[in-house]
């Protein structure tokens, strides 16, 4: 049951920083959209959530096309940086943001436009900087939709199968994560295997989300 | 005698229902200055102008000797530049901070909200003089009307502005309080030295406060 714990340990590291790159990117792309207009931002919206309508194997294809060896990104990176992602567990992180990225930049975006202008505005008038106003009042502010949106971001990352499969393999212990482990037990007839590794899962997913329910501040879900 | 106002700001909204047009000429060396009119005659509109949360297609707002907007010479100051307080009809207190945080919200110049104990002479000076310390540790929504104003007008005070913009101080209060808050208000305002501009659609406030009365209809000034 060794491989289990490794590969539940590899399924954390991946979506976790798979949900890290995604608060930054995705809350960051969300407040630019919820208060910028600029022409062709619905199409480019669009874009941005296609990850979550289209298959994951799809995705993982484009993925192998733009990063593999003969990709142009694949190519500059290895020229320039000697980094090949197919096949690592970075190759999988970058896969699980992609895959996740809807769900928080989705999350985020409905939090940012659901808010009333004015504290923002009461803010601008007592003499304190834009930086500062997204720190102090609109973050905070926001927080509850964006949580839930990087929970659930995590969830999907952790659960990715499709697109990790094409872009990273599936590789014990360097990125064979907890949905492709099964998957292999089961392919294997591992029965036993198969039965911890889902169970395991069961448990991580049921952690997560009463981990989320506490998360959840109860003076600010008072407001809400 | 030198015009402390002299605004003069057209602005079109565009709604396929009803097309609304602004236009707005104030000159005045009030002190006090009362901007009347019924509600949707676009008073809020205009001191949100003033403020630079609203920006006027064209014309020019000049407080004093200083242009704050105008469009034929490309000025456009950002709100925090203009330091005119400005206290919002509902008081847009911020919701997640105490009532101590949220008066001493400009003191602080940081990224980050400080701790709930984080204060200053100001601080402590208007809360004091505001009769608010007893709720220091309290949040917006554990308050009534008239504290929520005093909040309000506290918060805006220590930012040191400029000038003071109240949108209908009054709107949110039922009948009673009303009355005695108005006087008041009246009484603390007469302490500050700064200049005050209140949009109202009660005659009241316009007994009251206004040294020189602005009429407003349908967006434009009577």
Redesign the interface.
């Given at each position: 049951m060794h491989e289990a714990w490794v590969a539940l340990r590899l399924t954390l590291k991946i979506a976790g920083f798979a949900t890290l790159i995604n608060l930054v990117l995705g809350v960051g792309l969300a407040y630019f959209f919820s208060r910028k207009n600029f022409w062709g931002k619905e199409v480019l919206d669009a874009i941005l959530t296609l990850p979550m309508v289209m298959p994951p194997t799809v995705l993982g294809y484009y993925l192998l096309v733009v990063l593999g060896q003969q990709g142009f990104i694949g190519q500059f990176l290895k020229e320039y940086f000697g980094i090949h992602l197919i096949f690592t567990w970075q190759g999988a992180v970058i896969a699980a943001s992609i895959v996740s990225f809807p769900l928080i930049f989705k999350g985020a975006r409905a939090a940012f436009e659901s808010l009333?202008p004015?504290?923002e505005?009461?803010?601008?008038?007592?003499?304190?900087?834009n930086?500062?106003i997204f720190?102090?009042?609109t973050l905070?502010?926001a927080w509850r939709g964006i949580l839930a949106g990087a929970l659930l971001s995590f969830a999907r990352a952790a659960g990715e199968f499709g697109a990790t499969l094409m872009v990273a393999g599936s590789i014990q212990g360097k990125t064979q994560t907890l949905s492709i482990a099964v998957y292999e037990a089961v392919q294997a007839g591992q029965d036993d295997t198969a039965n911890f590794l889902v169970l395991l899962t069961s448990v991580v997913c049921m952690s997560v989300l009463l981990v989320s329910g506490r998360l959840m501040p109860g003076?600010?879900a008072?407001?809400g | 005698m030198s015009m402390l106002w002299q605004v003069q700001i057209k602005k079109h909204y565009q709604n396929e229902l009803h097309p609304f047009d602004l236009g707005v000429q104030i000159q005045s060396a009030a002190k006090n200055l009362v901007i009347f009119g019924s509600s949707g005659a676009g008073k809020t509109q205009v001191l949100?102008m003033l403020?630079?949360?609203v920006k006027p297609d064209s014309g020019f707002i000049r407080m004093g000797d200083e242009t704050l907007f105008d469009s034929d010479l490309n000025i456009n100051k950002?709100?925090?530049q203009?330091?005119?307080?400005?206290v919002?009809q509902?008081y847009?207190l911020?919701?997640?901070l105490t009532v101590r945080q949220n008066i001493a919200?400009?003191a602080n110049?940081?990224?980050?909200?400080k701790g709930k104990q984080f204060t200053n002479e100001d601080v402590d000076d208007w809360m004091v003089k505001f009769q608010l310390t007893h709720l220091a540790n309290q949040?917006p929504?554990q308050l009534s009307g008239g504290q929520s104003q005093r909040v309000a007008l506290a918060?805006?005070l220590v930012?040191k502005?400029k000038g003071l913009l109240l949108d209908e101080p009054f709107a949110a209060l039922d009948q009673e309080l009303r009355r005695t808050l108005r006087q008041e208000l009246h009484a603390l305002l007469k302490q500050l030295s700064i200049p005050m501009i209140l949009i109202s659609h009660d005659q009241e406030d316009v007994n009251l406060f206004g040294e020189e009365v602005i009429s407003i209809k349908n967006g434009k000034t009577i």
């Open positions: 009333e004015q504290y505005q009461a803010a601008k008038v007592l003499n304190v900087s930086t500062a720190f102090r009042v905070p502010l003076r600010l008072r407001q | 949100k403020a630079g949360l950002s709100p925090q203009r330091s005119l307080a400005y919002f509902d847009a911020f919701p997640h919200f400009s110049k940081t990224w980050l909200n949040y929504h918060r805006a930012s502005p």
